[in-house]
Structures are given as C-alpha cells and as structure tokens.
C-alpha cells in the first residue's frame, strides 16, 4: 500500500468547476486584487472568530511581517521567539532589524516554555510570539499574564490553527493580534498563497491595514503615511476560500476523528514513541507529530511499507546556517534540539481514507513490537 503525506488532487477534487468558474470570472473581470471577495473573506472570518478587525494578505510570512511592524519592531527591539519553530516567526524579527531572543520549549508538547520565556526577557524587550504547531497550543494563559506583566505584547502566530479553541476563545484571539495561513497544505488550505491577520486592536488593526498596502489610508489614493508593503490578497485566492470556509468545520471533524483515533492507538507506546494524547483545549489537526527515540529506523521502516512522513522540523532555530550570526551553540536550547532530533509526522489529512489510517497504525504499532522483541 502507498500512504501519501498529503493528497492535493483528493483534496481539491469536489471543488474543480468551482475552481474553474472562479479563476475564469476573476481572471476576465477588472477587478484582481483587494475587492469584493477579499472583503467578504475579511467579514467571513471576523465572523467565524468573534474577531473585530481582519486583515487579508498574501501569504503567512508576509502577515507576520506586517504585524511585527506594526508593533514598532526595528533596530534595538528585541522579540522572543520559541526555539523550535517554522522559520517565519524569527526570520521576519531579523529582517526588521529587531533581534530575535530564542526560549526553549515544553517537553511535551514542543511549543513555547512559559518559565524559560520569564527568564529571557530583556530590557530591549517588546513582543513576544508564542506559536502553535501541528495540533497543539502554546500556554496562552501563562504567556500572556507573562507580557502584560512585563508590558510586552502578544503576538499570537496561530498560522496553522484556525478553529483551535483555549477557554473558550479562538486561536489568534488569545493575545494581542493573531494571524492565520491558507498555504495550500494548511487546515484551511486555499489556490495559492494567502494568510489573514486577526485582532480586537483598533490602532495595531488600522496600521496593519494600512502597511499591507504601502501605507495608503483607502481615501487619498497615492498618498502615503507609512512606508509598507505590497502585501495583499488576490481576488482568486479569498473568493476560493469564501467558498471553501463553508465546509471547514466539517473539514476539522474529519481532521479530528483521525487525530483522536491516533491518539488512543498510541498512548500507550512511552518511551518508544510519544504523543500528546489529551489537552486542555479543542486541537485543530494539522499535522500529527510523534516523538520517536530512533527516528530514523522509525522513518525508514514506514517507508519500506509504503508511509510517507515529515520530519518537522529538523533543526532547532537558533542552529539554522542562517541564524550562526547570532552565536547560539549546540546545547543552548537542550529541550528544542532534543524535539529535532526526535519529531515526525505521518499522514494525516480530512480526505485520507479509513484503510489508510488503519495502516498506518498498525505500522507504527509494529515497529514497537519489533522494537521490544530486540530489548
Ligand atoms: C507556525 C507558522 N507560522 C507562519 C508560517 C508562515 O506562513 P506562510 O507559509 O503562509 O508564509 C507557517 C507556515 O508554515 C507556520 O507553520
């Protein structure tokens, strides 16, 4: 049996007329770019999160660029940023002149460590960007009592976890701003590249608005108060997802039905393999990642039977080739680099078939055993 990591075409095949209509209509009409579907995108999801500004853009990286910015991150300002995390949420800091300071993460669960966080923050200090990854969530409550204790703000990159709920709030809604990414693999995958910034903040909401389009303020055209950026939404992209919104949650069912039975087939395999089986919060499944001792046999073995899997991700941040300007070295984030070393993710997507997840399974269950029959 082949076991795909994703599956594009399974994913897009009930929207092909659709897909079809919308780039044909689009594509032939005057209007590409900042129009009628991105503002309905923009109400669909102030909606859908109880959000009072929502801010379309082209892609994840570029929302969290904006945000940054808005948040008046520069030369001389430093952000604390988890040590294991996808590359934006420290390269946008260094690309602004702001220094990233890297906290190290939970054991468990991989994400931002509150304690660790209390202890690196500076006097330069001024944003903090827990993150969430795969399906599980930053602490949001003992981060945020953190900032506003230190007078720091939230930013929450909750790119991948739209639809997640912590006491009762959305995800992106647990901090000061949040954003999400509809990058095709994402819970919310869109036609291409596209991202949404969300938050109850009128002035940072106005200024991320207005840096998303070279600082014009939507009245005077050409006139430019702030220098920004060319960072917004195509019309095809926010009208695909304004359709495909209207299925999400039956899209995150799905995604949860998959993530709840990985989670009773594997709670039992400590130390070989661990997971985060129970949490304290409603989890979006984007991707399912294990801790796995011997990843690479592990790796390997699913392989040979067909399963394709993911490392993410293989490095901790501050070890990156392109952060050596900052001088971290190899055990200066013990618990971050321990996760590269040990996370995988297996396959895990709303259109995947029964007898596929069933293999996979009974694969992982079987390399156990195998590896037990050896101790
Ligand atoms: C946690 C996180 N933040 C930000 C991003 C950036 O989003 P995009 O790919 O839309 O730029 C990603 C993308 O994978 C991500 O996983």
Redesign the pocket.
């Known amino acids: 049996m082949k076991v795909p990591f994703f599956n594009y075409p399974a994913r897009y095949a009930e929207d092909h007329e659709t897909i079809k209509n919308i780039v044909y209509q689009i594509g032939t009409s005057d209007d590409f770019i900042l129009k009628e579907n991105v503002l309905e995108l923009e109400e669909k999801i102030r909606n859908y999160t109880g959000a009072k500004h929502a801010i379309a853009t082209s892609?994840?990286?570029?929302?969290?660029t904006i945000i940054l910015r808005a948040m008046g991150v520069g030369p001389g300002v430093d952000v604390l940023t988890p040590a294991f995390?996808?590359i934006?949420?420290a390269s946008t800091i260094v690309l602004l002149g702001g220094r990233p300071i890297f906290v190290d993460v939970d054991p468990l669960t991989g994400m931002m460590d509150p304690c660790d966080l209390e202890a690196k923050i500076t006097p330069q200090s001024k944003v903090i960007i827990p993150?969430?990854?795969f399906s599980v969530m930053a602490d949001m409550s003992a981060i945020y009592n953190i900032a506003k204790k230190n007078h720091l703000l939230v930013l929450e990159?909750s790119?991948?976890s739209l639809g997640a709920r912590m006491n009762g709030k959305m995800a992106g809604m647990l901090g000061d701003v949040g954003?999400y990414?509809?990058?095709p693999?994402?819970p919310l995958g869109g036609i291409g590249?596209?991202?949404i910034i969300v938050t109850n903040n009128d002035e940072l909401g106005k200024m991320c608005w207005m840096l998303r389009n070279h600082g014009q303020d939507g009245i005077n055209r050409f006139v430019h108060h702030h220098l920004g950026y060319n960072h917004r939404m195509d019309e095809t992209v926010a009208a695909y997802l304004v359709h495909k919104l209207s299925r999400y949650d039956q899209l995150l069912a799905r995604r949860s039905k998959i993530g709840s039975d990985y989670n009773e087939a594997f709670k039992d395999l400590y130390p070989q393999i661990q997971v985060v089986n129970e949490t304290a919060y409603d989890r979006v499944y984007?991707t399912y990642v294990l801790q796995v001792e011997n990843r690479d046999n592990f790796r390997q073995f699913l392989h040979e039977k067909g399963i394709e899997t993911q490392i993410y991700y293989p490095l901790a941040l501050p070890l990156q080739p392109a952060f050596s300007f900052l001088k971290h070295q190899e055990g200066d984030f013990p618990v971050a680099e321990g996760i590269a070393k040990r996370s995988i993710a297996i396959p895990l997507y709303a259109e995947m078939p029964d007898e596929h997840i069933e293999y996979v399974v009974q694969s992982v269950l079987q390399f156990v055993s195998v590896v037990n029959a050896h101790v």
Request: aromatic share 16%.
């Open positions: 892609n994840g990286t570029s929302a969290l995390s996808f934006s949420t993150t969430h990854l990159d790119a991948v954003l990414s509809f990058f693999a994402k590249d596209g991202a984007y």
